[in-house]
Nanobody, 118 residues
Framework: QVQLVESGGGLVQPGGSLRLSCAAS???????????WGWYRQAPGKERVLVAR???????IYADSVKGRFTISRDNGKTTVYLQMNSLKPEDTAVYYC?????????WGQGTQVTVSS
């Protein structure tokens, strides 16, 4: 049973930065590495949306709302995906989750709360 554990969230002022991590336990680096991975976020009262995706070869794709500010990366050996978030805005406030992109695990992690406020 694979477990996804997100961490690194918190309260930050507008313009600040955070680095999120998502560790996938119960899977090997080989299996982890053959899938694209994504970071998603869900704001209060809204649906969960994809904000960043990284392919098996490291190509990155971003939602327009975060392009130029967020950077997704992966470490297959550590079965971990990262999201570096810079120049944070109040509208980035949400719970952030990770999951495989095309074949998501049915059981999502608990997410990590990011709150951007002065």
């Amino acid at each position: 049973q694979v477990q996804l554990v997100e961490s690194g969230g918190g309260l930050v002022q507008p313009g600040g930065s955070l680095r999120l991590s998502c560790a996938a336990s119960g899977t090997s680096g080989i299996t982890f590495g053959i899938y694209d991975w994504g970071w998603y976020r869900q704001a209060p009262g809204k649906e969960r949306v994809l904000v960043a995706r990284i392919t098996t070869i490291g190509t990155t794709i971003y939602a327009d709302s975060v392009k130029g500010r967020f950077t997704i990366s992966r470490d297959n050996g550590k079965t971990t995906v990262y999201l570096q978030m810079n120049s944070l805005k109040p509208e980035d406030t949400a719970v952030y989750y990770c999951n495989r992109f095309a074949a998501p695990y049915s059981s999502w992690g608990q997410g990590t709360q990011v709150t951007v406020s002065s």
